[in-house]
């Protein structure tokens, strides 16, 4: 009998088998190449969409490129159908089509909705998390997508003497991979960050309107908040030892903390004495008694003082606010733009 020498070819890390030419069953390596060469080449596309996403731009505004992506898929499925089975046996070819209609569902069906979800994600921290946790299962599917194909690889290998050695990946996997383990990272730190952001929006609002009453409810939720927040990301580990993402999280969130316990309180008491201020005047003008019209000029003047006072510390905060804002996001485009390349 004629002796088979087995071959080597690589199995990659996130992806698909790309096999060698070499002697082995005769036609297995032709074969499994037809099959899987134009699975891998749409890795590139993907490798665009997910870096597209981690570069802050959204679902929404790369659109195009999801839209881009399912036809390519597309195109790749109808041919595969069309491929036979090796020596009567089409294992290979159903799980690779298994994995290209997973992958198509993702695209056209869950990221639709993620598309949708971006439009909103702001409006609340709960419609920010479904977002970032919509995008985490679909990421998780096609993982376990990735899953079948390696399974069905190593059994046609197996059964046709190839040997698959287990290596760190080609560039576009190891920058697959990396690009999502980021975005994990950043999504966690994010989401710490973004429920204070969001909640000190509200008691501004309610600044603005003047209502104590949201404002002393706004204020507890932010400092409530704000301390959890500050737990969490002391728990939280670097990435890859930069701490950079987390510290600036850190540095808002102190902020953030600062307002709640003291410069709200602040606005509180000044609305309450404005308050007080209307009650006197209409005293002193019903009486007229010298007593009571001093006790008013003597309150227009501390409020008067206060008011200088607060505008100041308003002022204040309104810059540390824009300078902090504008650090967060020029340190998550670089910390995202660093280690997704």
Same mark, same amino acid.
């Given at each position: ?61 790369? +659109? ?20 036979? $089975? ?51 299962? *679909?990421?998780?599917?096609?993982? $376990? ?14 059964? &046709? ?5 287990? %290596? +760190? ?9 990396? *690009?999502?383990?980021?975005?994990? &990272? ?8 973004? %429920? ?22 706004? %204020? ?33 969130? +102190? ?6 316990? $003291? ?20 005293? *002193? ?53 660093? &280690?997704?390349?």
């Amino acid at each position: 009998m004629k002796s088979i020498l087995p071959i080597t070819i690589f199995v990659f890390m996130v992806g698909l088998v790309l096999p060698m030419t070499a002697q082995t069953t005769p036609g297995s390596v032709e074969y499994m190449s037809d099959l899987v060469t134009p699975i891998e080449e749409t890795k590139a596309a993907t490798l665009k969409y997910l870096q597209s996403i981690t570069k802050g731009r959204g679902a929404a505004r790369v +659109e195009s490129k999801r839209k881009a992506l399912v036809t390519e898929t597309k195109a790749v499925l109808t041919d595969l159908k069309k491929k036979k $089975g090796f020596d009567g046996k089409e294992a290979l070819k159903n799980s690779l089509t298994e994995f290209l209609n997973i992958k198509l569902a993702v695209l056209e069906e869950d990221y639709e909705k993620i598309v949708n979800m971006d439009k909103i994600k702001e409006q609340s921290y709960d419609a920010m998390e479904a977002y970032i946790r919509a995008q985490e299962a *679909a990421n998780e599917k096609l993982d $376990g997508a990735f899953e079948i194909v390696k399974k069905a690889q190593n059994e046609f290998a197996t059964k &046709h003497s190839i040997i698959l050695e287990q %290596r +760190e990946g080609d560039e576009i996997d190891k920058k697959i991979a990396k *690009a999502s383990k980021v975005l994990s &990272h950043f999504n966690e730190v994010y989401l710490i960050f973004f %429920r204070s952001y969001l909640q000190e929006g509200y008691v501004l609002e309610a600044l603005g309107s003047e209502d104590v009453a949201a404002i002393e409810q706004g %204020r507890n939720a932010l400092e409530s908040y704000a301390k959890e927040g500050l737990k969490k990301l002391e728990t939280l580990e670097d990435y890859e030892k930069d701490s950079s993402l987390k510290d600036l999280a850190k540095n808002l969130l +102190e902020f953030y903390l600062k307002e709640a316990e $003291g410069d709200f309180t602040k606005q509180i008491d000044f609305l309450l004495s404005q308050d007080d201020l209307v009650k006197l005047r209409k005293a *002193a003008e019903k009486s007229r008694k010298k007593e009571e019209i001093n006790a008013y000029n003597e309150k227009v003047e501390a409020i008067n003082e206060e008011a200088d006072r607060l505008n100041k510390i308003t002022q204040s905060s309104n810059n540390n606010r824009e300078k902090l804002l504008d650090q967060w996001n020029k340190t998550s485009e670089k910390f995202l733009s660093t &280690h997704s390349e």
